[in-house]
């Protein structure tokens, strides 16, 4: 049993600033993958920012520069930090956990909406 729970979405003016956490909890692997991916209206489900236990990074080039992404491996939980926000980035954020190193378990968050307007 793994669950996902999101939280600091919400509105936020353009050039602002907001910071996303997400808590894992249940059987979390020692080797995993956790991020961010987001869906705006009428559009896929992208990447945003991963990040392994060991602390690599990975970036949609559309974020970088804007966002880090970083985590408490004692507290199974990952952040995304989150400035200079545009218009663009409205959209719903999904925490994501790629359980395992070989053979991996998805899980995902339930989403937290993420609002840039003025």
């Known amino acids: 049993q793994v669950q996902l729970v999101e939280s600091g979405g919400g509105l936020v003016q353009p050039g602002g600033s907001l910071r996303l956490s997400c808590a894992a909890s249940g059987i979390i692997a020692s080797i995993n993958t956790m991020g961010w991916y987001r869906q705006a209206p009428g559009n896929q489900r992208e990447l945003v920012a991963t990040?392994?236990?060991?602390?690599?990074?990975n970036y949609a080039d559309s974020v970088k520069g804007r966002f880090t992404i970083s985590r408490d491996n004692a507290k199974n939980t990952v952040y995304l930090q989150m400035n200079s926000l545009q218009p663009e980035d409205t959209a719903v954020y999904y925490c994501?956990?790629?359980?395992?190193?070989?053979?991996?378990?998805?899980?995902w968050g339930q989403g937290t909406q993420v609002t840039v307007s003025s």
């Open positions: 990040i392994t236990n060991g602390g690599s990074t």
């Open positions: 994501n956990l790629q359980n395992g190193r070989f053979i991996k378990t998805t899980f």
